[in-house]
């Protein structure tokens, strides 16, 4: 039975880090860097998983677990973040969030 290789993922994962670096630099939306963010997350996910499953331990998986805790927590905080920007500013852009004191 043949198996995808290991550069494939690796290749698709360099990809969708890309495209969540892109995201953060260029856009000024927090929502959409927050998701670039989460994308940028997913792709060492899909590394670790990747390698993980290319040497058979587990503990890349164990560390992706992990990773996906830290990554609700950072989606719950952005979230309660953005909110209070827009509660305060009536907009969700970073530009108008360079002075925090409000």
């Known amino acids: 039975m043949q198996t995808v290789p290991l550069e494939f993922y690796l290749i698709l994962s360099s990809i969708i880090f890309t495209i969540g670096t892109i995201g953060v630099l260029t856009r000024r ?9 989460e994308l940028m997350l997913n ?6 998983v990747a390698f993980s499953a290319f040497f058979g331990d587990v503990a890349g998986q164990i560390f992706v ?8 927590g950072e989606a ?14 009536q907009t969700v852009y ?5 002075n925090l004191k409000w």
């Open 29 to 37: 939306n927090a929502i959409v860097v927050f998701m670039s963010i």
């Open 76 to 89: 719950t905080i952005g979230l309660a973040i953005v909110l209070a920007l827009f509660r305060k500013k």
């Open 65 to 72: 677990f992990f990773v996906m805790a830290v990554a609700a």
């Open 43 to 48: 792709a060492v996910n899909l590394t670790f």
């Open 94 to 98: 970073v530009d108008e969030a360079s």
